[in-house]
């Protein structure tokens, strides 16, 4: 089955640190970007972060560079989202998204993330 | 930055009507070199992940009921439902793939009148 499937959210305290994981399966996870996108309680949808198919490039919202780093393993048909210095605003659900073309043609089920004191 | 806005914020419809909304880029996402507009409409249900339903603006995702059409170029786009059905109702949400930030819009609100 094609599919993408998050962890690692939880509640953590501002300016902590969580990692999200997501795994995909049913398709050559290698061939395309992926990317992290995120939606509040109630509000949009907001882009955050995207990663090339081999790794080599990465691109953030302006809200989370410096705080939050994208990578991948190919190996494990796995992207990553580290966040750091978690701020109460990061507080959301996280999908994963598929890139084919740069549009996001397939999508994980989400994973909370709740930064509270 | 790509800003992305979409009106109407929300809209009713009674079943079989046609739902019309807009979304406008604050620059063009129009590529000259290969004449393809980078816009694409998802469709979200309550607790459900976006759905893609249209890319390139116009292009259906397979699967799509053909009630759901996209068209536009440049900086402005529309999305329409021909006829509307009681699963349309969601929040639809354009985004432009142009710039190196993915920018979504706000969201448009579709219930039934």
């Known amino acids: 089955e094609v599919q993408l499937v998050e962890s690692g959210g939880g509640l953590v305290k501002p300016g902590g640190s969580l990692r999200l994981s997501c795994v995909a399966s049913g398709f050559t996870f290698s061939s395309h970007s992926m990317h992290w996108v995120r939606q509040a309680p109630g509000k949009g949808l907001v882009w955050v972060s995207r990663?090339?198919?081999?790794?080599?490039?990465?691109t953030y919202a302006d809200s989370v560079q410096g705080r939050f780093t994208i990578s991948r393993d190919n190996a494990k048909n796995t992207v990553f989202l580290q966040m750091n210095s978690l701020r109460t605003e990061d507080t959301a659900v996280y999908y994963c998204a598929r890139s084919s073309g740069g549009y996001f043609d397939l999508w994980g089920q989400g994973i909370l993330v709740t930064v509270s004191s | 930055d790509i800003v992305m806005t979409q009106s109407p914020d929300s809209l009713a419809v009674s079943l079989g009507e046609r739902a019309t909304i807009n979304c406008r880029a604050s620059?063009?996402?129009?590529?000259?070199?290969?004449?393809?507009?980078?816009l694409a409409w998802y469709q979200q249900k309550p607790g459900q992940p976006p759905k893609l339903l249209i890319y390139?603006?116009?292009i259906r995702e397979s699967g799509v009921p053909d009630r759901f059409s996209g068209s536009g170029s440049g900086t402005d786009f529309t999305l329409t439902i021909s006829s509307l059905q009681a699963e349309d109702v969601a929040v639809y949400y354009c985004?432009?793939?142009?710039?190196?930030?993915?920018?979504f819009g706000p969201g448009t609100r579709v219930d039934l009148k």
């Open positions: 985004q432009q793939y142009y710039g190196s930030q993915f920018t």
């Open positions: 620059q063009s996402i129009l590529y000259s070199s290969n004449n393809k507009n980078y």
């Open positions: 390139w603006a116009s």
């Open positions: 990663i090339t198919n081999d790794g080599s490039e990465t």
